[in-house]
Structure formats: C-alpha cells, structure tokens
Antibody, heavy 120, light 111 residues
Framework: QITLKESGPTLVKPTQTLTLTCTFS??????????VGWIRQPPGKALEWLAL???????RYSPSLKSRLTITKDTSKNQVVLTMTNMDPVDTATYYC????????????WGQGTLVTVSS | QSALTQPASVSGSPGQSITISCTGT?????????VSWYQQHPGKAPKLMIY???NRPSGVSNRFSGSKSGNTASLTISGLQAEDEADYYC???????????FGGGTKLTVL
C-alpha cells in the first residue's frame, strides 16, 4: 500500500525559506520510472505543479518558480524534500506530494496535503 | 491563468450524465495521450480518476470515462450520484514545459 505524508511548518514569514518533507512508504524511489512530485493549491484556486524528481535524480521544475525551488531525495529514508526560497503571502497554499509510477504519467497516490500560510 | 481551459461549473441531476471538457493545444492535449482527470472533494487531496486519456485506475467506478478529440479532452460521468459532487481537474503532458499543466478546475454540482 502506497502512502505519502507531507510535513513542515504551517506558518512562515515573508522572505523566509520553506522546507517541506514528503515521507512515503509502499514503493522505492530507486525503482526505474518512479517519480515523486510537489503540487500546490492556493485556497479556492487550481492545482499547480512545482517540482518533480525521478528515480535517476532527474529533476523538473516549474519554469515560473525554478529560481526559488530545489527538490532532493533521500532514497534510504524514503523522503523527498522541497525547499522554496523568498516566501511571499501569495505562496500561501496547501502543498501536496504525489507518486508518479511512470514518466509523463499521472499521479496515482497523493499525500493529504499541508497548509502553509505566509504571513508576518 | 491555467494552460488548459475547463468550464467553471457544470451541474446535473441524479441519474443523468454530464461531460466536462478540457481544451488545450496541439502542444499538450492534442499532441499526446497523457491526459489525466482528478476528483477533489472539499478539504481532501485529489484522487486520480482517469489516466492516459481513457484508462481507469483500479477501484474507480466505470461510470467515469474519458475521451479526446483534437485539442479537447472530456470526462463523462454517467448515472450521476450525490457523491460525485466535487471539483474536477484535467492535466496534460506538454511540450512547452518540463512539467504537466493543469486545467482551472470544474465544480460539479449534483442537483
């Protein structure tokens, strides 16, 4: 059974750096084709891709946020970490991590999400 | 502004069928068979309902079906049930970016 869970601060101040951890079970990020991604959703708004990391350490970033994002993986700990620098109130959103079994495929399992509020 | 265009809302009565459209371009929906549909209930994580245009994951009701014609993908829900009331998002691979693009979402109301 595949599960994912996001963890990190619920409140960050403007200009601070956000670090989120996705801890997963039921699959290995060393299996060929597998990826773990981060998607966010501002309150009342649509989903937005942020970043994705594959089993082979290939990394993909949202073009509009690329300069602020870093995604890494720790295969031994079954974790994927996303950092986002220079947080702004517009970055207030629920942040999800998700499992992708194949490149260019859909995300078949999602974490419950974690709401991050950016406010002074 | 989302890359894929969905109607903001659709509605239907129990037992009826509804279709949600997702319009893109030849660089995404029209060019690849990597369209997915997600269902999201309030306060919950998205759930995959359709992948690769028309495939259903195990456990998803066969009342949900997907199709594509040209640059427009569609999600059809037949035999509407109250539990189908949710937001629905389409997603597609795109050659214009390193990541997929989502639609703006459609709120389905079951009358």
């Amino acid at each position: 059974q595949i599960t994912l869970k996001e963890s990190g601060p619920t409140l960050v101040k403007p200009t601070q750096t956000l670090t989120l951890t996705c801890t997963f079970s039921g699959f290995s990020l060393s299996t060929s084709g597998v990826g773990v991604g981060w998607i966010r959703q501002p309150p009342g708004k649509a989903l937005e891709w942020l970043a994705l990391i594959y089993w082979n350490d290939d990394k993909r970033y949202s073009p509009s946020l690329k300069s602020r994002l870093t995604i890494t993986k720790d295969t031994s700990k079954n974790q994927v970490v996303l950092t986002m620098t220079n947080m702004d109130p517009v970055d207030t959103a629920t942040y999800y991590c998700a499992h992708r079994p194949l490149p260019e495929g859909a995300c078949d399992y999602w974490g419950q999400g974690t709401l991050v509020t950016v406010s002074s | 502004q989302s890359a894929l265009t969905q109607p903001a809302s659709v509605s239907g009565s129990p037992g009826q069928s509804i279709t949600i459209s997702c319009t893109g371009t030849s660089s995404d929906v029209g060019g690849y068979n990597y369209v997915s549909w997600y269902q999201q209930h309030p306060g919950k994580a998205p759930k995959l309902m359709i992948y690769d245009v028309s495939n259903r994951p195990s456990g998803v009701s066969n009342r949900f079906s997907g199709s594509k014609s040209g640059n427009t993908a569609s999600l059809t829900i037949s035999g509407l049930q109250a539990e189908d009331e949710a937001d629905y998002y389409c997603s597609s691979y795109t050659s214009s970016s390193t990541l997929e693009v989502f639609g703006g979402g459609t709120k389905l109301t079951v009358l």
